[in-house]
């Protein structure tokens, strides 16, 4: 069984920086990504990262988010820069046992979520 735990949301200007974190218990899986999901729209991939450090992001956030992970730390994260207000949603922190591959945004592939962590950023 895998528990994720996420922390890290608020509320920022327009411009403004925001590092979200997954606890992970007790394996991370293969690949751990971050999802977000805005009132009214589908969850949709935001950056993924496999067990050996391979990073991907949706062209929207490339740039501007980091994914990394410490793994004396089981601990997953996303640096976010340049926050934007259509940044604004429910960040969620995903594992799945599965090469982060061409399909990782794929959020029906990922076992097990994190409970979601609220990021608003305001113009």
């Known amino acids: 069984q895998v528990r994720l735990v996420e922390s890290g949301g608020g509320s920022v200007q327009d411009g403004g920086s925001l590092r979200l974190s997954c606890a992970y218990y007790?394996?991370?899986?293969?690949?751990m990504g971050w999802f977000r999901q805005a009132p009214g729209k589908e969850r949709e991939g935001v950056a993924a990262?496999?067990?050996?450090?391979?990073?991907r992001y949706i062209d929207f956030v490339r740039g501007r988010f980091t994914i990394s992970k410490d793994n004396a730390k089981n601990t997953l994260y996303l640096q976010m820069n340049g926050l934007r207000p259509e940044d604004t949603g429910m960040y969620y922190c995903?594992?799945?046992?599965?090469?982060?591959?061409?399909?990782?945004?794929?959020?029906?592939?990922?076992?097990?979520w994190g409970q979601g962590t609220q990021v608003t950023v305001s113009s």
């Open positions: 007790t394996y991370g899986g293969y690949c």
């Open positions: 990262i496999d067990s050996d450090g391979h990073t």
């Open positions: 995903a594992s799945g046992f599965f090469p982060c591959d061409e399909r990782w945004y794929r959020h029906e592939r990922f076992a097990y």
